[in-house]
């Protein structure tokens, strides 16, 4: 058993590594070259439980789960695989005994730069416990080569550099070319009818390219269970054209390999140009036509009928990015296998299952109907029949009239590809309890009324062992103390036991302790990443995720130059010590995002140079937000900030990491933070704003925010100073109006007052430190229902039937 290994084995592998990669001994190797022998090292002992699994997969494994996202934030990998292997120590160890500390080992490794935030954090969690739980599940996604952006401070404002995460990353990247499949775009359909009437689609004049599978293996904890993750890589078949490079066109000839390549280049390019949708568009059906050829191929080696395929497999489509799998499966069963329409769609509609990931409309994912007439002329077809069909069922059930026309996967130019998972998957689940609710009474709720039981939620969920054991061990070891176990690791539910602990005094103080000790190490990784130098007394306040307007960054920076104010007001004024910690990248095309951003940097150089500051208020934005970075600021934060507008944000994760390790949390009744609250209550969690419903009903009385400003003097301070600037001379004038004359689309002027109010109350209560340490015990004490465990039964109960 490979988890029996012992540092003197492990360092002899890792050493015969460095001789059989690079010709080297660890005396002369750099820390990069030691991390890819180790990784490598590791990498071989999951190849061979996988060896070992696929011996038994007949015996153990009826149906298997096929999860498709365009993201899959998977972070470093040499640590967490370590971990759940048993073998950490190990590696530690033999890493020591080269005379290297294993933690510039670990930092060598790049962040695997393959999502953007929440979605693909999530999905990462998620392959983490189906192979904890001995499920066999897959993930598919996309191979980017510089995946998401650097982010980099530049003149106070984002910039977007090329991450080149895959330099490193061969050591966990195994090509697999006997897989390889061919995925076509362009050219057109030439019908053909036979003499019974069937129609057989002939597809001319198209372009192709090479689908090329790299897999990284995924292992599961203390059970030697392997998962893999499947990650296509885009070629042409023609790497070089000899006629036009023996021409002198050299530029020509390598056109056709150019274009194949960009098509897994980068996640996400901007699409604010045809060009950019064009792309997009390309990627998604690139992944999910090279997936669903891959689960066909393999299944039909191992059942032989493809008519048993919904017997045997689910897809999960995480979003609305992989939806083209329904048409595509539907192409394969009936251009491929020659199955009729009926038939074919039985299969699909057995066979797909749908994640939805957000409750705003204009965040639903929709496609210019030309454009995708043009690229996927098949499909097109195909799509058109799943809409007239769709249409005639809803003209049935619903009636001719606005309902049935709000719901067609094909209206006004445009293919809706929300209303497509709609009539084709089995299941469609929110991502919270609230989130669930939306979606059955608002977003979806014409479809709820016809087909009721497709409808339920799976609260996300988070991968405990890598949030909180791997990242925070100081905590791991204290729970295992109170616990005299570590069965949390698979019964996080185990975690409520520490309530037991909450007026115990020594284990309050043994909390504290470990955050200071979580601070002081997160302040050198801030000197280390930004040269910033933090207050180690302060009260680690943080807000950590994706920058959008909903999630109200924006609204933070305002409560923080209120305390500015009020220090310049009263340079005596009584305050608690804080540091506000900030993490977040902007879509390169999201201008107000940027903008935003631009201003939180604006006021951490105007505050953290500001005498009057100095140790009771500080800023620090986090450049080049990551896994890793998360991974760093995650154990040391105190307070978390989790103020999106009520209704808006669909769960999130972040808000349970924090929770796991003993954050606090300010927030709104949103998300998964209902959850939270349920659990926690008005003693261990601090909730303000207006609910959902106020919301809706303030919109519908005519919601004017110039009156709020009007008559709430501090507040038009803050936003004047806004657009005056601070020391830098920006104005940001801009975003003021949107507050102000915009209509204040996210309601943060309606709940600034509620948020400064509730920010004291929370300040008040936690600077008695005795108070700070039971908050964080109840906190991680009620976290165990947030695991991903928890949720991935969810979803192999209810809705895989694994």
Same mark, same amino acid.
């Given at each position: ?51 070992? !699994? ?180 885009? =070629?042409?078949? +023609?790497?070089? +054209? ?154 049935? =059930? ?43 009474? +608002? ?105 959008? !307007? ?141 609910? !959902? ?110």
């Amino acid at each position: 058993m490979f988890s029996q290994i012992s540092r003197n084995e492990m360092h002899s592998a890792i050493e015969d590594k460095l001789c059989a990669l690079f010709g080297i001994t660890s005396e002369t190797a750099t820390d990069r070259q030691i991390f890819q022998a180790a990784a490598t090292v590791i990498r071989e002992i999951m190849n061979r439980f996988l060896c070992l !699994e696929n011996s038994q997969k007949n015996e153990k494994h009826d149906k298997e789960v096929h999860y498709m996202s365009m993201e899959f934030l998977m972070g470093r990998s040499l640590m967490k695989n370590a971990f759940n292997l048993g073998i950490s120590d190990a590696l530690i160890g033999a890493i020591e005994d080269m005379g290297r500390n294993a933690t510039d080992i670990f930092e060598a490794e790049p962040d695997a730069g393959l999502g953007n935030g929440g979605l693909g954090r999530l999905a990462a969690c998620y392959m983490d416990s189906m192979s904890t739980l001995g499920l066999q599940g897959t993930g598919y996604s996309i191979c980017y080569e510089l995946g998401i952006f650097r982010q980099k401070f530049a003149n106070g404002m984002q910039t977007e550099l090329a991450d080149n995460w895959r330099s490193a990353m061969d050591s966990w990247l195994v090509p697999r070319y006997e897989d390889m499949v061919e995925v076509r775009f362009g050219g057109r359909i030439e019908p053909h009818w036979d003499y019974f009437g069937h129609y057989t689609a002939e597809y001319v004049g198209y372009t192709a390219v090479n689908a090329i599978p790299r897999d990284m293996l995924i292992a599961g904890y203390n059970n030697n269970e392997i998962n893999t993750l499947r990650l296509w890589d885009a =070629r042409s078949l +023609d790497s070089l +054209d000899m006629f036009l490079f023996s021409e002198g066109k050299y530029v020509e000839s390598l056109e056709n390999r150019t274009m194949a390549e960009v098509i897994t280049k980068i996640l996400y390019p901007a699409d604010d140009h045809i060009e950019g949708k064009t792309l997009r568009l390309k990627q998604q059906y690139f992944f999910v036509s090279a997936s669903t050829q891959d689960i066909v191929r393999k299944h039909v080696a191992k059942w032989g009928d493809i008519r048993s395929f919904a017997d045997h497999h689910i897809i999960q489509i995480n979003d609305t990015h992989p939806t083209l799998v329904i048409p595509e499966l539907m192409r394969i069963l009936m251009d491929e296998y020659c199955l009729g329409w009926d038939e074919s769609w039985e299969i699909v509609t057995k066979s797909v299952a749908y994640t939805n990931h957000t409750v705003m409309q204009e965040a639903l994912e929709r496609w210019p109907q030309d454009l995708v007439a043009s690229l996927l002329p098949r499909i097109w077809e195909i799509m058109c029949e799943i809409n007239r069909r769709w249409r005639e069922y809803l003209a049935q =059930r619903l009636g001719e009239g606005e309902q049935v026309g709000r719901n067609l996967i094909i209206r006004d130019g445009q293919v809706h590809m929300a209303n497509l998972c709609l009539a084709a998957c089995s299941k469609v689940n929110g991502v919270s309890r609230l989130h669930g609710d939306i979606l059955k009474n +608002d977003i979806f709720r014409d479809i709820c009324s016809i087909s009721p039981e497709k409808f339920t939620y799976v609260t996300n969920g988070i991968d405990h062992r890598r949030w909180l054991a791997q990242i925070n061990p100081g905590l791991h070891s204290l729970i295992c103390d109170l616990l005299e176990s570590d069965s949390y690791l698979t019964d996080s539910e185990q975690l409520i036991r520490l309530a037991d602990y909450e007026n115990d005094e020594t284990v309050r103080q043994r909390m504290l302790e470990i955050k200071a000790q979580n601070r002081a190490r997160f302040a050198r990784f801030a000197m280390r990443n930004d040269g910033v130098l933090l207050n180690p007394n302060a009260i680690m306040d943080v807000q950590i995720k994706r920058l959008h !307007e909903y999630k109200r960054q924006l609204l933070c920076a305002m409560h923080i130059a209120k305390l500015q104010m009020q220090l310049h007001d009263d340079p005596n004024m009584e305050i608690v010590p804080r540091t506000y910690v900030f993490g977040a990248k902007a879509a390169a095309g999201y201008k107000t995002a940027k903008r935003i951003i631009e201003l939180l940097l604006s006021m951490q150089d105007d505050i953290n140079n500001d005498p009057v500051c100095k140790d009771k208020l500080q800023i620090y934005f986090v450049e080049n937000y990551r896994v890793s970075a998360a991974e760093a600021i995650v154990p040391a934060a105190q307070v978390s900030e989790q103020i999106s507008t009520a209704g808006k944000e669909a769960s999130g994760t972040g808000c349970m990491k924090l929770m796991m390790n003993g954050a606090v949390t300010i927030g709104t009744l949103d998300g998964a933070n209902v959850e939270m609250y349920e659990r926690l209550g008005d003693k261990n969690m601090f909730l303000f704003g207006l609910h !959902e419903n106020e919301i809706t009903n303030l919109r519908n009385s005519g919601y004017n925010p110039s009156a709020y400003v009007n008559a709430n003097p501090m507040l038009d301070r803050i936003l004047t100073k806004f657009s005056h600037g601070y020391r830098d001379g920006k104005s940001y004038s801009d975003l003021v109006s949107n507050l102000v004359y915009g209509g204040d689309p996210y309601m943060l002027i309606a709940d600034f007052q509620s948020y400064t109010e509730t920010q004291e109350k929370l300040y008040e209560r936690i600077k008695d430190s005795s108070e700070l340490g039971r908050l964080a015990i109840m906190n991680i004490a009620e976290s165990g229902l947030f695991s991903s465990d928890r949720a991935v039964k969810e979803y192999a109960d209810n809705i895989w039937h694994v």
